[in-house]
């Protein structure tokens, strides 16, 4: 028997260590490759549209004063308490908020109430949200429901109920980069109908800002395009209020003028509840 030293059937080490290396360094490179591809798809997700929805609506939400505003130039704007929360959903996911606004000294006697429907878009127009104003069918009802215990609010199946009159509706954009807002928009040029102090219609501005300050601009015209209510030196700027120092609480600021200066005023300015 003739034996020999090849090594046909055998294996070499060397080779094989080299080649699980080889192996290993490309299952490690995919797994690196895969990942970098789902972080960037991760971090790159574009929002959806109930999602910008939503950052309006939550933005839109809460206490806000234009007292710094009314600081700078009194003879044209008051402090104004904004106060916004939600009180219904829509069947089809719309968001439906409750908006006051009153004399920061006299929170419980709001001069203007509103239900604010926010929703996507409609896919035809070239828009992220809209915003819809309502006029609701019994204000008294509703004053001051945003500082009420829940179980002692309307049900959200009655503010559905309650949504009446269609006032306005404000179509807004994301801002481009490096602007101070994240949403603006208004109504359409020729506004919506409007009766109040002899206008024909009004028109609205809105923009969304970060820290949750919010711009809103409503003005009235007459047939000829002569503003008849409504700020003429540009919008109202609200924002979150700080906690306020003792000082703060004797601001003239923070007192409502006399009555007959009060109304005057008011309603070059807003449209108060009829």
Not at 155 to 171: C, F, K, Y
Not at 212 to 230: A, C, L, M, S
């Amino acid at each position: 028997m003739v034996t020999g030293s090849g090594s046909g059937s055998g294996s070499d080490p060397a080779s094989d260590s080299n080649g699980w290396s080889r192996a290993r360094g490309l299952v490690v490179k995919t797994l690196v490759l895969v990942g970098g591809v789902f972080l960037v798809k991760r971090l790159t997700k574009s929002t959806t549209r109930w999602d910008h929805a939503k950052i309006v609506a939550q933005s839109l939400t809460g206490e806000k004063f234009s007292k710094e505003q009314a600081s700078r130039d009194p003879d044209n704007y008051f402090n104004i308490r904004m106060l916004t929360c939600p009180a219904a959903e829509m069947v089809d996911g719309s968001k439906v908020l409750y908006f006051e606004q009153a004399f920061w000294r006299t929170p419980q006697k709001p001069f203007r109430q509103r239900f604010y429907m926010v929703k996507p878009c409609p896919k035809e127009l070239k828009c992220d949200v809209e915003v819809g104003s309502y006029a609701i069918r019994d204000a008294e009802e509703y004053k001051n429901f945003c500082d009420r215990p829940k179980d002692q609010r309307p049900l959200p199946e009655e503010v559905i109920g309650d949504i009446a009159e269609h006032l306005t509706t404000i179509h807004l954009k994301r801002c481009d980069r490096g602007k101070r807002c994240l949403y603006e928009g208004s109504t359409p040029p020729d506004g919506f109908p409007n009766s109040w102090n002899g206008a024909t219609y009004c028109t609205s501005e809105l923009a969304v800002l970060k820290n949750n300050e919010i711009h809103t601009w409503d003005r009235g015209y007459d047939d000829d395009g002569n503003q008849v209510w409504g700020v003429k030196e540009g919008p109202y700027e609200f924002k979150p209020a700080p906690a306020s120092s003792v000082s703060d609480l004797f601001s003239p600021l923070n007192f409502p003028p006399p009555q007959s200066m009060e109304k005057r005023r008011i309603e070059g300015s807003f449209v108060l509840q009829e």
